[in-house]
T-cell receptor, first 113, second 112 residues
């Protein structure tokens, strides 16, 4: 079956603009995670969903970042008023609840100019 | 809080050499430990895992043993191949949603 997909694969935006990043998890996976991979910070957790609820948002760097998940499936990560330090690869992963294995998507490379 | 420390790379080896990538961790509770691998141009993949002390995870010739007394989870392979060239990430999870805490990654380059 299909793996985790993310879109767009690359996004270049101007500082101050809003961006939306999309994640399509593996069908039937109830848990969904967002991570960020950047040169300065490595791989860091942002937020996770169990179904449509987000029990842990502790990794979101600021209130410019938000995420939602609808229908227990697709998730969107929104960054408002983008800053240059937001430039990174944003990774999405999904798993069956209770499983240790997270399946990662290919990522969205965000560049803020 | 939780943290993972990995040896810095890049690590450059000749084919068939022995590989060790060190990983130590700090965690509250009893973490599960993982090695993920990122091949060039590909996404992160789970390589192996260990969920309790003294467990040994293994896959594709790679092994790592969960050492609670030394808070370590070193990755080893007896004979590396060029195709093992990738970035390797050590990670832990302590429950409450299974979110992962990653190390900074170690780039491995294997040459003929």
């Amino acid at each position: 079956g299909a793996g985790v997909s993310q879109s767009p694969s690359n996004k270049v935006t101007e500082k101050g603009k809003d961006v939306e990043l999309r994640c399509d998890p593996i069908s039937g996976h109830t848990a969904l995670y967002w991570y960020r991979q950047s040169l300065g910070q490595g791989l860091e957790f942002l937020i996770y969903f169990q179904g449509n609820s987000a029990p842990d948002k502790s990794g979101l760097p600021s209130d410019r970042f938000s995420a939602e998940r609808t229908g227990g499936s697709v998730s969107t990560l929104t960054i408002q008023r983008t800053q240059q330090e937001d430039s990174a690869v944003y990774l999405c992963a999904s798993s069956q609840w209770g499983s240790y294995e997270q399946y990662f998507g290919p990522g969205t490379r965000l560049t803020v100019t | 809080g939780n943290s993972v420390t990995q040896m810095e790379g890049p690590v450059t080896l000749s084919e068939e050499a022995f590989l060790t990538i060190n990983c130590t961790y700090t965690a509250t509770g009893y973490p599960s430990l993982f090695w993920y691998v990122q091949y060039p141009g590909e996404g992160l993949q789970l390589l192996l895992k260990a969920t309790k002390a003294d467990d040994k995870g293994s896959n594709k010739g790679f092994e790592a043993t969960y050492r609670k007394e030394t808070t370590s989870f070193h990755l080893e392979k007896g004979s590396v191949q060029v195709s093992d060239s990738a970035v390797y990430f050590c990670a832990l999870e302590t429950g409450g949603g299974n979110k992962l805490t990653f190390g900074t990654g170690t780039q491995l380059k294997v040459e003929l």
